[in-house]
């Protein structure tokens, strides 16, 4: 009997084990109520919709955020961030395999997106996309040729960031999954560069031309031809032509370059990229012949500030929901680039070099040593100037209420007043450095605000920024298409083309051949393109590191009296003296031929033993 009783309670046991696992089971079963599972994901077209949105974020960003528009920032020659210690260090770098000052650590929020680790994890994502499209339940074939556009776009412009700070990298194709072997070599340029041109060549025959309604703010056929543009500009510039100028004891130049470069091969295919954007005919400059007296530093002003698209956009990310996938919640680029005296932190300071660099209204040189020049250096510039740069004495924005009566004059203030007395004191007021107003973040080191992409009209302290970025636009292409014709030898064609930019700008026509035009382009370019994250990169494919990584300066002006002052005007307005300007040292940045190219950095090293470190790290 007890052997009975013994084997019932053994049964039972086993019975209740197994419910229990029964019930277990069913429990791990379960789908969860806050999440889709990956098989549900894939079947419905809104969420897949979803999951691209997410892949924009990763390529385009937040372009107005804490470090304004980004690797500006970083282009060494262009601006003084005043959150700097990171920028600093980075232009004279100070780059190690550990560490990459801006784009990791403190101050890194947006830009560490464009780190090695964050792009691979975005290009995953695309790889998921092509590894499921077929699974995907789209509602219409249109539908599902629109989004495998955009998939083929978002991969090669994360592979275009990944090559263009790297060099080649490991082409990854398809989603890793664990029994994968990661250990992966990196792909040769040339590799990489085919790869990208045909992601956007395939983006470009599934786009439409245009989106609206809903769908503005993604990408086009324009904007895959655009990067596609860009990408095999770069990849003929001499930072992947000719290595030997600066890693000659590299062991692997096929990483970074073309080995045995045909070099007119490589620049007929960037003039060709740019020159089927122009023949679309579906973009034109912006107001591109002013006429005689109007206003075309407005006209500059104007455009970076339209929160519709022109006929010069190419693609405008837009910043609230102008359209159903970026809500930009969080953006306040205001406050963290409005001048100092607004109650903003004047985030980004352009360098004296880049205000002196803008020419006169009759297309000569700016010179501080020219007389006429320094007695007033802000008048008769290149109508891009005062449309970019804020200056002493530039009409902005009404004062917040509690600074009207320090300044109702609503004019940039970076100078300051001295007068004498008894103990020989000096009076800094609103603009200048510890300045009245905001002295908290450090007031004006440069001697210059940022003017391009704010509008003064825009209470920041009440309503958030809906100025669309600008990513891709015309007058780009036709910079593009100029410089290849310059580097075939094609001058004429070159100087028609910059020239178009220039008639736009109001500045005379240029006739310079040969070396002295690639010397005119460049400064073009430079000036046209000012902040809009084009100088990083061609002072690198340029080979160009020691003319842009050098000593800054700032300017310093000083108005001098006698009286007592209590404001930094006089009441009418008018200032207590003629103005001294100066420039002064600000600080010594320094180039090392390691910054052409990024670090892979230690870790990334460590779990891929295949890769090959970049040279001079």
Aim: with cysteine; charged share 20%.
């Amino acid at each position: 009997m007890r052997r009975i009783y013994t084997l019932i309670f053994i049964f039972l046991g086993i019975i209740s084990v197994l419910s229990s696992c029964t019930k277990d089971k069913e429990f791990l079963d379960t789908k969860p109520l806050n999440e889709y599972s990956s098989a549900d994901m894939w079947k419905s077209p809104g969420l897949v919709e979803a999951f691209i949105n997410g892949i924009y974020v990763d390529v385009f960003g937040f372009p107005y955020n804490f470090l304004g528009v980004g690797l500006a920032n970083f282009s060494g020659d262009e601006s003084w961030f005043n959150e700097g210690e990171s920028v600093d260090q980075f232009n004279k770098c100070m780059i190690t395999q550990e560490w990459i000052p801006g784009l990791t650590g403190y101050n890194a929020n947006q830009t560490d997106r464009l780190t090695w680790g964050r792009l691979y994890a975005a290009v995953r994502k695309t790889d998921l996309i092509f590894d499921n499209v077929k699974n995907i339940q789209f509602t219409d074939d249109n539908l599902r040729k629109v989004k495998i556009g955009e998939a083929y776009y978002l991969r090669g412009a994360l592979y275009h960031y990944l090559t263009a700070m790297y060099g080649g990298v490991p082409l990854v194709k398809s989603a890793f999954v664990l029994s994968d072997e990661f250990n992966v070599p990196r792909n040769s340029y040339s590799e990489c560069v085919d790869f990208i041109v045909g992601q956007l060549d395939s983006a470009a025959l599934y786009l439409p031309a245009t989106q609206t309604g809903v769908n503005l703010g993604r990408v086009t056929k324009g904007t895959a031809m655009a990067l596609k543009s860009r990408v095999l500009l770069y990849a003929a510039s001499d930072l992947h032509t000719a290595m030997s100028t600066y890693a000659q004891a590299f062991a692997k130049p096929e990483l970074i370059g073309y080995v045995n470069a045909n070099k007119t091969a490589l620049w007929q295919k960037a003039k060709d990229a740019a020159k089927a954007v122009i023949d679309l005919g579906q973009y034109s400059l912006y107001k591109p012949s002013p006429a005689s007296g109007d206003n075309i530093s407005q006209n500059f002003i104007d455009y970076f500030l339209s929160r519709t698209a022109t006929s010069e956009d190419i693609y405008v990310q837009y910043i609230t929901p102008k359209s159903g996938i970026f809500r930009w919640v969080d953006q306040d680029p205001y406050t963290y680039l409005y001048p100092n005296g607004y109650h903003g932190w004047g985030g980004i300071m352009p360098f004296a070099e880049m205000a002196d660099d803008y020419e006169m209204k009759d297309g000569s040189r700016f010179d501080w040593s020219n007389p006429l020049h320094k007695v007033s250096p802000y008048t008769n510039r290149d109508a891009r100037f005062s449309a970019t740069i804020l200056h002493e004495g530039s009409p902005f924005a009404p004062r917040p209420a509690d600074v009207k009566s320090i300044d109702p004059w609503n004019k940039i203030q970076t100078g300051s007043v001295d007068y004498t007395d008894s103990s020989g004191n000096r009076k800094n007021l609103l603009g200048a450095d510890a300045g009245l107003v905001d002295d908290w973040s450090g007031g004006v080191y440069t001697g210059y605000f940022l003017r391009k992409f704010f509008d003064p009209n825009n209470d920041y302290t009440k309503q958030k920024e809906n100025v669309p970025y600008r990513h891709f636009r015309y007058a780009e292409i036709l910079l593009n298409y100029a410089e290849a014709c310059i580097e075939l030898g094609q001058d004429a064609e070159a100087r028609t083309y910059i020239n178009l930019i220039r008639k736009r700008a109001g500045q005379p026509d240029i006739s310079e051949s040969g070396t002295a035009l690639k010397a005119r382009y460049r400064h073009e370019r430079r000036i046209e393109l000012a902040f809009e994250n084009q100088r990083f990169y061609d002072i690198r494919r340029w080979v160009a590191g020691p003319s842009a990584y050098h000593p800054v300066h700032k300017v310093v002006i000083k108005y001098s009296t006698t009286q007592n002052i209590t404001n930094y005007n006089k009441a009418d307005g008018s200032y207590w003296s003629a103005p001294v300007y100066s420039t002064d040292l600000l600080d010594n940045w320094a180039w090392d031929n390691k910054a052409y190219f990024l670090p892979i950095m230690r870790d990334e090293m460590n779990k891929n033993t295949k890769l090959v470190q970049n040279p001079g790290y």
